[in-house]
Protein backbone atom coordinates (compact mmCIF):
# COMPACT_ATOMS: atom_id res chain seq x y z
CA UNK A 1 0.00 0.00 0.00
CA UNK A 2 3.13 2.16 0.43
CA UNK A 3 4.53 2.09 -2.39
CA UNK A 4 1.12 2.66 -3.99
CA UNK A 5 0.10 6.00 -2.13
CA UNK A 6 3.71 7.37 -3.15
CA UNK A 7 3.81 6.03 -7.08
CA UNK A 8 0.13 7.88 -7.30
CA UNK A 9 1.67 11.16 -5.83
CA UNK A 10 4.71 10.71 -8.29
CA UNK A 11 2.40 10.51 -11.02
CA UNK A 12 0.08 13.88 -9.33
CA UNK A 13 2.97 15.75 -9.47
CA UNK A 14 4.04 14.67 -12.81
CA UNK A 15 1.12 15.38 -14.50
CA UNK A 16 1.05 18.99 -12.58
CA UNK A 17 4.38 19.49 -13.90
CA UNK A 18 3.45 18.60 -17.28
CA UNK A 19 -0.24 20.92 -17.03
CA UNK A 20 1.80 24.24 -15.76
CA UNK A 21 4.54 23.77 -18.43
CA UNK A 22 1.88 23.60 -21.21
CA UNK A 23 -0.46 26.43 -19.26
CA UNK A 24 3.40 28.43 -19.36
CA UNK A 25 3.44 28.65 -15.30
CA UNK A 26 5.39 27.47 -13.24
CA UNK A 27 5.14 24.26 -10.93
CA UNK A 28 6.35 26.30 -7.60
CA UNK A 29 3.39 28.43 -8.11
CA UNK A 30 0.63 25.46 -7.73
CA UNK A 31 0.10 23.80 -4.34
CA UNK A 32 -0.73 20.17 -4.01
CA UNK A 33 -3.71 19.60 -1.07
CA UNK A 34 -4.55 16.01 -0.42
CA UNK A 35 -7.83 16.00 0.66
CA UNK A 36 -8.37 13.48 3.80
CA UNK A 37 -12.25 12.68 4.02
CA UNK A 38 -12.09 8.92 5.57
CA UNK A 39 -8.45 8.54 4.70
CA UNK A 40 -6.74 6.50 7.34
CA UNK A 41 -4.06 7.19 9.67
CA UNK A 42 -1.52 5.17 7.89
CA UNK A 43 -2.25 6.31 4.55
CA UNK A 44 -1.92 9.86 5.63
CA UNK A 45 1.38 8.79 6.91
CA UNK A 46 2.69 7.12 3.95
CA UNK A 47 2.49 10.62 2.50
CA UNK A 48 3.89 12.12 5.00
CA UNK A 49 6.68 9.68 4.23
CA UNK A 50 6.68 10.63 0.67
CA UNK A 51 7.11 14.63 1.49
CA UNK A 52 3.62 16.05 1.77
CA UNK A 53 3.25 18.35 4.30
CA UNK A 54 -0.25 19.82 2.97
CA UNK A 55 -3.86 18.10 4.18
CA UNK A 56 -7.41 19.54 3.97
CA UNK A 57 -10.34 18.03 6.22
CA UNK A 58 -14.20 18.14 4.81
CA UNK A 59 -15.60 17.32 8.24
CA UNK A 60 -14.72 19.02 11.68
CA UNK A 61 -14.88 16.00 13.64
CA UNK A 62 -12.48 13.70 11.46
CA UNK A 63 -10.19 17.17 11.77
CA UNK A 64 -10.25 16.73 15.46
CA UNK A 65 -9.94 12.79 15.47
CA UNK A 66 -6.60 13.08 12.84
CA UNK A 67 -4.89 16.19 14.50
CA UNK A 68 -3.60 14.68 17.91
CA UNK A 69 -2.18 11.90 15.51
CA UNK A 70 -0.58 13.94 13.76
CA UNK A 71 0.89 16.92 15.76
CA UNK A 72 4.35 15.31 16.00
CA UNK A 73 4.56 15.89 12.49
CA UNK A 74 6.00 19.77 12.94
CA UNK A 75 5.55 20.18 8.91
CA UNK A 76 2.05 19.11 8.50
CA UNK A 77 -0.37 22.21 7.98
CA UNK A 78 -4.12 21.81 7.67
CA UNK A 79 -6.80 23.67 5.86
CA UNK A 80 -10.01 23.01 6.39
CA UNK A 81 -12.87 22.53 2.84
CA UNK A 82 -16.03 21.23 3.57
CA UNK A 83 -18.99 22.81 4.39
CA UNK A 84 -18.54 24.72 7.84
CA UNK A 85 -21.61 25.01 10.15
CA UNK A 86 -21.62 27.86 12.51
CA UNK A 87 -21.15 25.46 15.48
CA UNK A 88 -18.25 24.06 14.47
CA UNK A 89 -16.56 26.99 14.26
CA UNK A 90 -14.58 27.00 17.37
CA UNK A 91 -13.47 23.16 16.46
CA UNK A 92 -11.79 24.23 13.25
CA UNK A 93 -10.01 27.40 14.04
CA UNK A 94 -7.87 25.46 16.88
CA UNK A 95 -6.31 23.65 13.97
CA UNK A 96 -5.93 25.06 10.67
CA UNK A 97 -4.12 27.98 8.64
CA UNK A 98 -6.83 27.99 6.18
CA UNK A 99 -10.67 27.64 5.58
CA UNK A 100 -11.52 27.47 2.18
CA UNK A 101 -15.44 27.53 2.98
CA UNK A 102 -16.45 30.21 3.60
CA UNK A 103 -20.14 31.29 1.83
CA UNK A 104 -22.33 33.29 3.90
CA UNK A 105 -22.54 36.42 6.30
CA UNK A 106 -23.26 34.11 8.79
CA UNK A 107 -20.64 32.08 8.94
CA UNK A 108 -18.15 35.14 8.80
CA UNK A 109 -20.21 36.41 11.40
CA UNK A 110 -19.67 33.40 13.90
CA UNK A 111 -15.68 32.89 13.14
CA UNK A 112 -15.18 36.76 13.54
CA UNK A 113 -17.04 36.34 17.49
CA UNK A 114 -15.13 32.87 18.05
CA UNK A 115 -11.78 34.32 16.97
CA UNK A 116 -12.54 38.23 18.83
CA UNK A 117 -12.40 35.43 21.87
CA UNK A 118 -9.56 33.71 20.93
CA UNK A 119 -7.90 36.95 19.98
CA UNK A 120 -6.85 35.12 16.81
CA UNK A 121 -6.80 35.64 13.23
CA UNK A 122 -8.09 33.82 10.27
CA UNK A 123 -6.78 33.29 6.48
CA UNK A 124 -9.86 32.51 4.50
CA UNK A 125 -11.21 32.24 0.76
CA UNK A 126 -14.50 33.01 -0.13
CA UNK A 127 -16.30 30.03 -1.67
CA UNK A 128 -18.10 30.54 -4.90
CA UNK A 129 -20.52 27.76 -6.62
CA UNK A 130 -19.69 28.56 -10.41
CA UNK A 131 -21.46 25.80 -12.00
CA UNK A 132 -24.92 26.89 -10.35
CA UNK A 133 -25.42 23.39 -9.10
CA UNK A 134 -27.81 22.65 -5.91
CA UNK A 135 -26.38 20.07 -4.56
CA UNK A 136 -23.42 22.97 -3.80
CA UNK A 137 -22.49 25.26 -1.15
CA UNK A 138 -21.11 28.58 -2.72
CA UNK A 139 -22.25 32.00 -2.81
CA UNK A 140 -23.60 32.89 -6.17
CA UNK A 141 -21.40 34.06 -8.72
CA UNK A 142 -23.47 38.08 -8.42
CA UNK A 143 -23.61 37.76 -5.06
CA UNK A 144 -19.49 37.20 -4.70
CA UNK A 145 -18.80 40.84 -4.67
CA UNK A 146 -21.38 42.17 -2.09
CA UNK A 147 -20.28 38.73 0.04
CA UNK A 148 -16.65 39.83 -0.13
CA UNK A 149 -17.21 43.49 0.90
CA UNK A 150 -19.62 42.17 4.08
CA UNK A 151 -16.55 39.63 4.88
CA UNK A 152 -13.89 42.30 4.48
CA UNK A 153 -15.22 44.50 7.71
CA UNK A 154 -14.29 41.42 10.06
CA UNK A 155 -10.67 42.73 10.79
CA UNK A 156 -10.32 38.76 12.36
CA UNK A 157 -10.65 37.61 8.64
CA UNK A 158 -7.87 37.72 6.11
CA UNK A 159 -9.52 37.11 3.02
CA UNK A 160 -6.60 35.48 0.41
CA UNK A 161 -8.90 34.44 -2.04
CA UNK A 162 -11.15 31.76 -3.93
CA UNK A 163 -12.75 28.57 -3.63
CA UNK A 164 -14.84 26.74 -6.14
CA UNK A 165 -15.81 22.95 -7.01
CA UNK A 166 -16.07 22.40 -10.76
CA UNK A 167 -19.33 20.72 -12.06
CA UNK A 168 -19.34 17.46 -10.56
CA UNK A 169 -19.62 14.54 -14.01
CA UNK A 170 -19.38 17.90 -16.65
CA UNK A 171 -16.98 17.42 -19.25
CA UNK A 172 -13.66 19.19 -19.58
CA UNK A 173 -14.92 21.94 -21.25
CA UNK A 174 -18.07 22.92 -18.93
CA UNK A 175 -16.08 22.10 -15.51
CA UNK A 176 -13.40 24.69 -17.39
CA UNK A 177 -16.33 27.14 -17.90
CA UNK A 178 -16.86 27.20 -14.05
CA UNK A 179 -12.87 27.84 -13.26
CA UNK A 180 -12.64 30.77 -15.80
CA UNK A 181 -15.64 32.26 -13.88
CA UNK A 182 -13.84 32.41 -11.20
CA UNK A 183 -10.89 33.63 -12.17
CA UNK A 184 -13.30 36.64 -13.49
CA UNK A 185 -14.78 37.23 -10.13
CA UNK A 186 -10.93 37.10 -8.89
CA UNK A 187 -10.12 40.28 -11.38
CA UNK A 188 -13.75 41.59 -10.60
CA UNK A 189 -12.99 42.00 -6.45
CA UNK A 190 -9.19 42.59 -6.75
CA UNK A 191 -10.06 45.84 -9.32
CA UNK A 192 -13.02 47.24 -6.16
CA UNK A 193 -9.68 47.23 -3.80
CA UNK A 194 -11.70 45.91 -0.29
CA UNK A 195 -9.42 46.38 3.08
CA UNK A 196 -7.96 43.63 4.10
CA UNK A 197 -8.56 41.50 0.99
CA UNK A 198 -5.48 39.39 -1.10
CA UNK A 199 -6.65 37.40 -4.51
CA UNK A 200 -3.39 35.85 -4.49
CA UNK A 201 -5.35 32.12 -3.79
CA UNK A 202 -7.63 30.17 -6.47
CA UNK A 203 -8.50 26.78 -4.54
CA UNK A 204 -10.06 24.60 -7.66
CA UNK A 205 -9.38 21.22 -9.16
CA UNK A 206 -10.33 17.69 -7.73
CA UNK A 207 -9.01 14.43 -8.45
CA UNK A 208 -10.40 14.74 -11.52
CA UNK A 209 -10.27 18.06 -13.20
CA UNK A 210 -6.87 19.14 -11.58
CA UNK A 211 -5.27 19.62 -14.84
CA UNK A 212 -7.88 21.92 -16.32
CA UNK A 213 -7.75 23.76 -13.32
CA UNK A 214 -4.41 24.81 -13.21
CA UNK A 215 -4.50 25.18 -16.62
CA UNK A 216 -7.05 28.08 -16.03
CA UNK A 217 -4.85 29.59 -12.98
CA UNK A 218 -5.87 27.35 -9.95
CA UNK A 219 -3.00 28.22 -6.99
CA UNK A 220 -4.40 24.77 -5.10
CA UNK A 221 -5.79 21.91 -6.17
CA UNK A 222 -7.76 19.10 -3.84
CA UNK A 223 -7.17 15.84 -4.49
CA UNK A 224 -7.84 12.87 -2.95
CA UNK A 225 -9.01 9.32 -4.16
CA UNK A 226 -6.38 9.95 -7.41
CA UNK A 227 -3.83 9.38 -4.13
CA UNK A 228 -5.56 7.28 -1.52
CA UNK A 229 -7.98 5.52 -3.59
CA UNK A 230 -12.00 5.48 -3.62
CA UNK A 231 -13.94 6.65 -0.39
CA UNK A 232 -16.32 4.47 0.95
CA UNK A 233 -18.58 6.60 1.04
CA UNK A 234 -20.09 8.78 -2.54
CA UNK A 235 -19.77 12.52 -3.13
CA UNK A 236 -23.26 13.20 -2.26
CA UNK A 237 -21.83 12.97 1.58
CA UNK A 238 -19.66 15.59 1.14
CA UNK A 239 -21.65 18.10 -1.00
CA UNK A 240 -25.27 17.75 -0.95
CA UNK A 241 -26.50 20.76 0.53
CA UNK A 242 -29.94 19.82 2.13
CA UNK A 243 -27.95 17.00 4.29
CA UNK A 244 -25.85 19.41 6.63
CA UNK A 245 -27.77 22.97 6.49
CA UNK A 246 -27.41 24.62 10.09
CA UNK A 247 -29.90 27.62 9.38
Given amino acids: MSN ?22 KTED ?21 GEVLFGENKAQELRDKFPLMEQYNQVEWHFIGHLQTNKVKDVVKYVTLIHSVDRLKLGQALHKQLVKENKTMDILV ?11 GAPPES ?5 EQLSQF ?19 ETRH ?9 TQI ?10 DV ?42 HQDE
Fill in 178 to 186: CFQLLKTIQ
Fill in 127 to 137: QINTSYEESKF
Fill in 144 to 148: ALELV
Fill in 4 to 25: LVEENLKSIRQQMELACHTSGR
Fill in 30 to 50: VKLLLATKTVTLEKLQMAMRA
Fill in 155 to 173: ETLNIKGLMTIGKLNATNE
Fill in 190 to 199: LERGFPRVEM
Fill in 202 to 243: LSMGMSGDFRVAIEEGATIIRVGTKVFGERYLPDSYYWNENA
